[in-house]
Each structure stands twice: as structure tokens, then as C-alpha cells.
């Protein structure tokens, strides 16, 4: 895949708790710089990336109850309408993995679904957490976000046990067919792991090192 293609499917990552306000600012000056999809951040850091990248088609998108998935559903739900109206035109947003391993399915689904109704027109990413969950679970959640119309599906946070594997693409990808996309985040470091992700069925990624991918990729 060409450079330029490539930029165009990257969430350009970065989501560590000592981000500065000066590693925000080179994200965002290297999201338009390489063109890239989106730059993916924590909520707090939305408006000033809305401000950065006004009149560019860089996407801001917000993660949501993140790394963990453990908050409310009604703190979800606000952090998705807070987001939004700070300038996030996406939300990934992380399930609730012990509600799911407890045998709450039906919590999990409408927590989905509530999310996706908060965000309104901006699209929303649902992050299973893949390494926690089994392929029985993996393909529930998959058919919950679904039926809750939600944008994309997404493997992992990055903060987990394990990141995007080509086996838990292709499980995703044959699960939501072509009804949905398919993100994939979690140790995709290089061009080859880009690669190799995409030809599993990703159709967008999500990562930090967008720039070396970038460097390796033919113009």
C-alpha cells in the first residue's frame, strides 16, 4: 500500500497519562503533516486538538472510559456528549469486560447502544480488549455492536495483556462482514505489521508510531 493511502486509514495515537500539551501539539502538526485519518487522545486533550486541526480533514477522536472499561454507563454516556461538543467527531469507547465475563451480555449490549444514540451522527468504536476474551465472547460482542449500529469494531486499547493479532482481525472481520469497519490497535509498530493487519481485514488502524510505519511505506 502507498504512503499516501495509508496515512489516509491511520488513527494517529496518543494516549499516555504524561502526555504534555507539547506532545499533543507535535501529534497534531504530524497528523497534518502525513495526512493522516484521525489523532486519537484522551478527552481532556479534545478542544485543544479541535483548535489545532480546525479546517483540516483530520478527524479528532476521543477514547472513552478508557484503558480500562470500567466506569458507568451514565459517565460513558456523558463522556461521549462532553467529547462531542469539545470537537470529537469519533468515540472509541472501551466495553465493560467484567459485566460481559460475569455473563451480562445484555448489560454490555445496551451500554453499547446507549453510546452509540449519545454520539448521534459521530461514528462510534467499540474496543473489545481481545486478549481478555474468549472467541465465543469476541463474536457476541462483535454481533452486540451490531445491532447497536455502532462504526467500528476495535481490538484492543493498547493498555491490555496483548494488541491487534492477525487471527482476532479475521474473526472480527468474518463476524461483522461488511456491515462494519474494523480497527485494529495494539502493537502495530512497523509497515509489515500494518500489512499484514490490513490483508486480515482491518480497514483502519490505530497507533503511535504512524510516522515510521509511514517511513517504510513505498511512495
Excluded at 2 to 27: F, G
Excluded at 109 to 122: D, G
Aim: proline share 1%; hydrophobic share 45%.
Amino acid at each position: 500500500m502507498k504512503r499516501s493511502s495509508l496515512a489516509k486509514i491511520i488513527d494517529h495515537t496518543l494516549l499516555r497519562a504524561y502526555a504534555t500539551e507539547t506532545d499533543i501539539r507535535e501529534l497534531c502538526e504530524e497528523a497534518l503533516s502525513f495526512g493522516f485519518r484521525a489523532v486519537s487522545v484522551n478527552p481532556v486533550w479534545v478542544s485543544f486538538c479541535a483548535k489545532m486541526l480546525r479546517d483540516s480533514n483530520v478527524k479528532i477522536d476521543a477514547c472513552v472510559a478508557f484503558p480500562l472499561g470500567a466506569a458507568t454507563a451514565r459517565m460513558k454516556i456523558e463522556e461521549t456528549q462532553d467529547a462531542i461538543q469539545n470537537g470529537a467527531r469519533e468515540v472509541d469507547m472501551v466495553i465493560n469486560i467484567g459485566a460481559l465475563k460475569s455473563g451480562y451480555a445484555q448489560y454490555v449490549e445496551k451500554e453499547i447502544t446507549a453510546v452509540v444514540k449519545a454520539a448521534k451522527e459521530c461514528s462510534v468504536k467499540v474496543i473489545l480488549e481481545t486478549s481478555y476474551l474468549n472467541n465465543e465472547e469476541k463474536t457476541a460482542v462483535c454481533e452486540m455492536c451490531m445491532r447497536a449500529g455502532a462504526a467500528y469494531v476495535k481490538t484492543a486499547t493498547g493498555f491490555g495483556n496483548g494488541g491487534a493479532t492477525v487471527e482476532d482481525v479475521q474473526l472480527m472481520r468474518k463476524v461483522v462482514g461488511d456491515n462494519m469497519g474494523v480497527k485494529a490497535a495494539g502493537g502495530i509498530r512497523t509497515y509489515a505489521d500494518a500489512m499484514r493487519i490490513i490483508e486480515a481485514g482491518a480497514n483502519c488502524i490505530g497507533t503511535s508510531a504512524g510516522a515510521a510505519i509511514l517511513a517504510d511505506a513505498p511512495e
